[in-house]
């Protein structure tokens, strides 16, 4: 009987995939000759924009507060202090009270206004660092095979998304604030 219970589900997993990915490319084009990834750009922008917005106003304060989701995430044994300490390390010189930022415990702790800016800054830089990174090997890709800008688009979202969640755990400090936002800063000239 579970047998026939798994193959119902994944029959109707392949239904809503090929559903969802034939809805997507009526909505987003085709990948015929003449046609551009131009829409699928400009939604992997508005996804990057969506996550900038989620990460700097829900998950970093969320992390920083010790509320909401981070109370279920913090009872995986280790995870919650590489987490928190990926995403505030950096920040620690902006913090008044020195000794507050590492304790990962209490619901009691003061951070200064330039602490918290800078945790959500932090937060801004990971999703704008995946597209970025999105961008510049697909421009390389692109240039070599002008085709390959209008194919494999479930791949390319796949992609985004992996490399979304491992930045997630990517400290600061080595990739995101001395590097990246020094090349932003020269790109921004």
Known sequence: MGAIASTLQLGMAY???????????TCLGSTHEGTSGRKRSVLLLTITITFALLY????????????????????????????YSSWTDSCAQYNDDEGNNNNNDGNDQQFSDLYIQCVGNAAVFRPTFVSTLFFLISAIATKT????????????FGMYFILLAIITFVPNAPLLTPIYLTFLRIGAM
Do not use: D, F
């Open 15 to 25: 239904c809503c995939c090929n559903t969802t990915s034939s809805l997507l490319n």
């Open 56 to 83: 700097q106003y829900v998950l970093a304060p969320s992390i920083l507060h010790h509320t909401g989701w981070w109370k279920i995430y913090s009872s995986i044994p280790g995870m919650g202090k590489v987490l």
């Open 145 to 156: 095979n002008p085709r390959l800008n209008r194919e494999a688009w479930p791949a390319k």
